[in-house]
Nanobody, 115 residues
Framework: QVQFVESGGGLVQPGGSLRLSCTAS????????MGWYRQAPGKQRDLVAR???????TYADSVKGRFTISRENAKNTVYLQMNSLKLEDTAVYYC?????????WGQGTQVTVSS
């Protein structure tokens, strides 16, 4: 059983930045395509960024140019650098595989963008 632990969220003003971290309990970050997801209140959970083992990266259009996903295999950790944050980025952020395993969802980390 793999566990993901997300951290780094918080309250930030529009235009601000945050860096999220997701650490896996197993050695999977280097083996599988990893994704960052977010879920706003009343909405479905959406994929916002993904990174393949070879380093190929894709982003949702809503975050392209503002968010950067990266991976540190030695620490089994995936990061999400979020810049130029907008009110609509407010959500709980999670990580999981690109094809998410339901039982592996962590608690997520809350990101609130507010003036």
């Amino acid at each position: 059983q793999v566990q993901f632990v997300e951290s780094g969220g918080g309250l930030v003003q529009p235009g601000g930045s945050l860096r999220l971290s997701c650490t896996a309990s197993g050695n999977i970050v280097s083996t599988y395509t990893m994704g960052w997801y977010r879920q706003a209140p009343g909405k479905q959970r959406d994929l916002v960024a993904r990174i393949t083992p070879s380093g190929r990266i894709t982003y949702a259009d809503s975050v392209k140019g503002r968010f950067t996903i990266s991976r540190e295999n030695a620490k089994n950790t995936v990061y999400l650098q979020m810049n130029s944050l907008k009110l609509e980025d407010t959500a709980v952020y999670y990580c999981n595989l690109d094809a998410p395993v339901q039982s592996w969802w962590g608690q997520g980390t809350q990101v609130t963008v507010s003036s």
